[in-house]
Structure formats: C-alpha cells, structure tokens
C-alpha cells in the first residue's frame, strides 16, 4: 500500500515525500482510514511503530477539509494530551512537519517553563494545542485558554499517564469538551485502567492491536553482559572505546547515578551530559538538540527519557542499570531500531538484577543473547533469599556477602569467566 491509497491530499503527501516516507506502516494503513472516516480509535503500538503519523496526518487532513483560511481566526480544534513535556515538543513538532503546506497553527504547552510565554502563544489562537494534562489545567484555571471548540481529543501514550498520576487531571480536562467530539486513544499496553478509562470516553470504537505490548523490534540486537556491579563503569567505558559507536543514550535508575557516571565518562574524555527531572526545560532541550546534532556523544537518562525521545538514526541504547518495571525495557530500546534503521541494546545486569532480567525475558517472550567482556564475574547467589534487617546490618558492618546456602561469609569464592556465568545463567533459567 502506498500514501496515495490512503487518500491523502496532495499537500500532505508533498510533505511526506520531502521527509522521505515510502509507505505507511501497519498502524498507519489500518489508523488513518478510521479517523478519516470519522470514528473514533482505541489503538495499541509499540514505540517506533509510526503511530504519531498515524494519527497526525489524518487529523490534518479533518482539518484541511474544512477550508482553513489563513486570515480567519484559530480555534482549537484538535488536542492532543500527552504524558511528557518531551513527547509534547515531539508531537508538536511532527504536526507541523506533516502540515507544512497546510494554514494550520500548532502550539505546544507543558510544565517546567514560565507560563507567560506558552499564554503569548496562544494568544494568537491555534487550531492543534498539544499539553501535558497538569499545564492545561492551569491554563484553564487561570481562564487563559478555551476548549470548547474542540472536536477531536488525541489521547497518547495513556498507560503512561496512568503510571506518572496524571490520569486525574485527564478526567478534569474531558468534561470540558463537547460530547460531540472524536476521540483517539492510543497506549503501548492496554491494562486494566486504560480498558475503563476507554470504556468512558470512547463511542463503539474501531480497535487496532498492532503489536503484542511487549514486543521488542527485530531489527535490534539485544545483549546482556553479566558483572558485577562495580565493573559497570569500566565495562561501559570498554563499549564507548569503539568509535564506530558515534552516539549512545544509556539508562540510569537515579539522577544522582547519572551524574556520576556522566563525572566518569568525562574524566575519560568521553563527552556526555545527563538528562533527568532535576534540569530544567530549558536545559534538557538544549542537551536534546546537542545530542541530536552528535555534538554529545553519550546522553545519560533516567527513564524519564524512556519515552518521548525521537532522535533519528540513534543506533545504541544502554541499560546501565536495569529498570524494575520490564515495560520500561520495551520503551528504552526502543528508542533505538526505528524506521527500519538496525538498532542495538546493551543491558548490564549483576546478582541483584537478575530478578529484573527474567521478568523482561518473560514480557518480551525471548531471552537476550549472552555477550563475552574482558572482566570476570561472580554471581553470589542465584536464589531469592528472605534477608533480614539483621543480616543487613551484619552485611555492612561485617563487608560480607551472602551465599547461595543462606550464609554470609567472606567473598573468597573464584571468579568465574564469562563461559561459566553463561552456563550458570542457563541453569538457573531452568
């Protein structure tokens, strides 16, 4: 299939043809029919599937049809909410490409900027606001937008608002719209919360499951390297020593984390920065824009950054630490892997990780291969022990670690090569 036999307009099709898309993706071919034909969507993707085209070029192409003129006033009649200040300058940003040739405005608005700057952009109207549900509640608080003529609500990324608490706001923000509207709810997993939340707002809904939640794209390679923990910087340092690695986005689980190992790199002349809650705005777009210039060759980020982040071309994702929620996985790597360019993810796991490992193993429904590195590796235990308090404060008092009979004892044990931990790892699957 190809753009043309989606009927879209000339406009859009020249502004696809100048970013170079040859054919819609399956999320494409099956989403942007439905929404031309007015219903409404309860749609499941994957990152990277091209699911913001999917939704973006048949909502101006709505609103092409209706005749826009460039002296009249804009109205806003398409929001979109987003989870992330991030995934809103994405969108936005995707919005005014696609409608380049078109006489439609844009404006993004979100949380961690003065919001006197966001309110001089509206002033002028709008016909798309994209908003992170918080800002937009503010906004309309403070009577400095309206949306009552809104007649298309873009729901992205929903599991994700669930999971950062927005979801309240969400249910503040519907009641203000018409109950006339179509609404777009598109989620990378559709669990228990989202299923109701869709119940609630959406009108016999066309459901597109594109891909399983957990599915990871093919096209990556995706590694595990076992070591123990203290290894991890020199191990990561051994990666980067490749220069064919021009850029890589590395995964933290805590800011103080990033930072150090951000410390680390840079004392080894490998530059990087590091993105998380503590920068502001302003600060993690320019990091953003240095690293997608390949002025920063390593952006270290907690999962903040799991989603939302469309860097094209980025070839290497590393999970420095492993997340504890295994969907976090599926969204870190795939920032890598996207439109059909060859991706690859590097995941560090240690003893106290290996939960971690198996619950992504078992989400993705694959088990990642096991790649060799120069350092020696002693898995302490490969079974879940109840530790208590006690055995704690005995650990860090005394420096020992516990064994796989329960006991805590002087590390003595010799250290294994890599072929060994592989043998031992498969055991333990077992």
């Given at each position: 299939?190809?753009?043309?036999?989606?009927?879209?307009?000339?406009?859009?099709?020249?502004?696809?043809?100048?970013?170079?898309?040859?054919?819609?993706?399956?999320?494409?071919?099956?989403?942007?029919?439905?929404?031309?034909?007015?219903?409404?969507?309860?749609?499941?993707?994957?990152?990277?599937?091209?699911?913001?085209?999917?939704?973006?070029?048949?909502?101006?192409?709505?609103?092409?049809?209706?005749?826009?003129?460039?002296?009249?006033?804009?109205?806003?009649?398409?929001?979109?909410?987003?989870?992330?200040?991030?995934?809103?300058?994405?969108v936005s940003e995707s919005f005014k490409?696609?409608g380049k040739n078109l006489h439609v405005?844009?404006?993004?608005?979100?949380?961690?900027?003065?919001?006197?700057?966001?309110?001089?952009q509206l002033r002028g109207g709008t016909?798309?606001?994209?908003?992170?549900?918080?800002?937009?509640?503010?906004?309309?608080?403070?009577?400095?937008?309206?949306?009552?003529?809104?007649?298309?609500?873009?729901?992205?990324?929903?599991?994700?608002?669930?999971?950062?608490?927005?979801?309240?706001?969400?249910?503040?923000?519907?009641?203000?719209?018409?109950?006339?509207?179509?609404?777009?709810?598109?989620?990378?997993?559709?669990?228990?919360?989202?299923?109701?939340?869709?119940?609630?707002?959406?009108?016999?809904?066309?459901?597109?499951?594109?891909?399983?939640?957990?599915?990871?794209?093919?096209?990556?390679?995706?590694?595990?390297?076992?070591?123990?923990?203290?290894?991890?910087?020199?191990?990561?340092?051994?990666?980067?020593?490749?220069?064919?690695?021009?850029?890589?986005?590395?995964?933290?689980?805590?800011?103080?984390?990033?930072?150090?190992?951000?410390?680390?790199?840079?004392?080894?002349?490998?530059?990087?920065?590091?993105?998380?809650?503590?920068?502001?705005?302003?600060?993690?777009?320019?990091?953003?824009?240095?690293?997608?210039?390949?002025?920063?060759?390593?952006?270290?980020?907690?999962?903040?950054?799991?989603?939302?982040?469309?860097?094209?071309?980025?070839?290497?994702?590393?999970?420095?630490?492993?997340?504890?929620?295994?969907?976090?996985?599926?969204?870190?790597?795939?920032?890598?892997?996207?439109?059909?360019?060859?991706?690859?993810?590097?995941?560090?796991?240690?003893?106290?990780?290996?939960?971690?490992?198996?619950?992504?193993?078992?989400?993705?429904?694959?088990?990642?291969?096991?790649?060799?590195?120069?350092?020696?590796?002693?898995?302490?235990?490969?079974?879940?022990?109840?530790?208590?308090?006690?055995?704690?404060?005995?650990?860090?008092?005394?420096?020992?670690?516990?064994?796989?009979?329960?006991?805590?004892?002087?590390?003595?044990?010799?250290?294994?090569?890599?072929?060994?931990?592989?043998?031992?790892?498969?055991?333990?699957?077992?």
């Amino acid at each position: 299939m190809t753009f043309e036999e989606l009927n879209l307009s000339p406009a859009l099709l020249a502004a696809l043809e100048s970013e170079k898309y040859t054919k819609p993706t399956p999320i494409q071919e099956q989403a942007i029919p439905a929404i031309l034909n007015k219903k409404d969507i309860l749609g499941r993707a994957q990152t990277g599937t091209g699911k913001t085209a999917a939704f973006a070029l048949p909502v101006l192409q709505l609103l092409e049809n209706k005749g826009l003129l460039r002296a009249r006033k804009h109205d806003i009649q398409v929001l979109v909410l987003v989870p992330t200040r991030e995934l809103a300058i994405q969108v936005s940003e995707s919005f005014k490409t696609y409608g380049k040739n078109l006489h439609v405005k844009t404006v993004a608005v979100y949380g961690g900027v003065e919001i006197n700057g966001q309110n001089s952009q509206l002033r002028g109207g709008t016909d798309i606001l994209v908003a992170t549900p918080g800002r937009l509640i503010d906004m309309v608080k403070a009577r400095l937008t309206s949306l009552k003529k809104v007649d298309i609500l873009i729901l992205d990324e929903a599991d994700r608002m669930f999971d950062m608490g927005f979801i309240n706001d969400v249910k503040k923000i519907i009641p203000l719209l018409t109950s006339r509207k179509q609404t777009l709810l598109f989620s990378a997993t559709l669990h228990e919360e989202v299923d109701k939340l869709a119940k609630t707002i959406l009108r016999n809904p066309e459901s597109l499951d594109i891909a399983p939640a957990a599915a990871t794209a093919e096209i990556i390679q995706q590694k595990v390297f076992f070591l123990e923990p203290e290894d991890k910087p020199a191990l990561l340092l051994h990666i980067l020593k490749n220069r064919d690695i021009k850029s890589a986005l590395v995964f933290t689980k805590t800011k103080s984390g990033a930072d150090k190992l951000v410390e680390f790199l840079n004392e080894h002349r490998i530059w990087s920065n590091a993105i998380h809650g503590d920068k502001d705005q302003r600060e993690r777009e320019r990091l953003l824009e240095k690293f997608k210039n390949k002025k920063l060759r390593v952006l270290v980020a907690t999962d903040i950054a799991a989603r939302g982040l469309d860097i094209e071309g980025l070839k290497y994702v590393v999970n420095y630490d492993l997340p504890h929620l295994p969907e976090n996985y599926v969204h870190r790597i795939g920032r890598t892997g996207r439109a059909e360019v060859e991706g690859f993810a590097y995941s560090f796991c240690d003893a106290d990780e290996l939960d971690y490992l198996r619950a992504i193993e078992k989400l993705i429904d694959r088990s990642l291969d096991v790649a060799s590195h120069p350092y020696k590796v002693v898995f302490r235990s490969f079974e879940k022990l109840p530790i208590t308090k006690e055995h704690n404060r005995n650990n860090a008092r005394t420096g020992t670690s516990k064994e796989s009979n329960g006991e805590f004892k002087k590390n003595t044990a010799k250290k294994k090569s890599p072929s060994e931990v592989k043998k031992h790892y498969r055991s333990f699957k077992k």
